[in-house]
């Protein structure tokens, strides 16, 4: 078994931090998933992958290590090179594996970023529902004044054509008054003088 202090990048305090999470070896850790290390602290989204491939490296590198140190002591010196040309061996699964974990760090990176488009875009979505439905309701709110307003201006209108011609109607009693008894006194002068043609025709 190798310990996890062993990974590159695993310090003391990280390793207490994984130990709590049930990962102890660095066996464990690289048989780990991603999404199992985001909860663990100081470890994120893309730092996660990075660590479970360098926990493949370790593990896959300590039996080489120990198969080289065995075989030595039976080989002449003169044979030791192709043992030394192993850590040679080992570049392009290095390579490969800072590859796999730039990759998954860039597809982390890129997640994040379309996570973050995409809230935005819903945010900028609610707040232009948000502004139509409040210019909708101003809009109506103004509707509904200019009608209560309207209709103050045609109440006050009829009533005031009410009142005009209620005046109208008296007026035209009145005058009626006024010619009925300007009738009647033209009746009573011509009576009176009558009578006082009869009184002087009989003088």
Same mark, same amino acid.
């Given at each position: 078994?190798?310990?996890?202090?062993?990974?590159r990048?695993? #310090?003391? *305090?990280?390793?207490?931090?994984?130990?709590?999470? #049930?990962?102890?070896?660095?066996?464990d850790?690289?048989?780990a998933?991603?999404?199992?290390?985001?909860?663990?602290?100081?470890?994120?989204?893309?730092?996660?992958?990075?660590?479970?491939?360098?926990?493949? @490296?370790? &593990?896959?590198?300590?039996?080489a290590?120990?198969?080289? &140190?065995? +075989?030595?002591?039976?080989?002449?010196?003169?044979?030791?090179?192709?043992? *030394?040309?192993?850590?040679?061996? +080992?570049?392009? *699964? &290095?390579r490969?594996?800072?590859?796999?974990? &730039?990759?998954?760090a860039?597809?982390?990176?890129?997640?994040?970023?379309?996570?973050?488009? +995409?809230?935005a875009? /819903?945010l900028?979505?609610?707040?232009?529902?948000?502004?139509?439905?409040?210019?909708?309701?101003?809009?109506? /709110?103004?509707?509904?004044?200019?009608?209560?307003?309207m @209709?103050a201006?045609?109440?006050s209108a009829? @009533?005031?054509?009410? @009142?005009?011609?209620?005046? #109208?109607?008296?007026?035209?009693?009145?005058?009626?008054?006024?010619?009925?008894?300007?009738?009647?006194?033209?009746?009573?002068?011509?009576?009176?003088?009558?009578?006082?043609?009869?009184k002087?025709?009989?003088?």
């Open positions: 078994m190798t310990a996890v202090t062993e990974v990048g695993v #310090g003391p *305090a990280l390793a207490q931090a994984l130990s709590a999470t #049930g990962i102890k070896t660095a066996e850790l690289a048989k998933k991603p999404a199992d290390l985001v909860n663990v602290p100081r470890i994120g989204a893309a730092r996660a992958p990075i660590l479970i491939a360098a926990a493949k @490296e370790a &593990t896959r590198a300590k039996p290590a120990k198969a080289t &140190t065995r +075989r030595a002591p039976a080989r002449k010196p003169a044979t030791r090179k192709p043992a *030394a040309r192993k850590p040679a061996a +080992r570049k392009p *699964a &290095t490969s594996t800072a590859a796999i974990a &730039t990759a998954a860039k597809k982390a990176e890129a997640e994040r970023k379309a996570a973050e488009e +995409r809230a875009a /819903e900028a979505a609610a707040e232009a529902k948000a502004r139509k439905k409040a210019k909708a309701k101003a809009k109506a /709110e103004k509707a509904a004044k200019k009608k209560s307003e @209709e201006v045609f109440k009829k @009533e005031k054509v009410k @009142e005009k011609s209620k005046k #109208g109607k008296k007026s035209k009693k009145d005058d009626k008054k006024k010619d009925d008894k300007k009738k009647s006194d033209k009746k009573k002068d011509k009576k009176s003088a009558s009578k006082k043609d009869k002087k025709a009989k003088k």
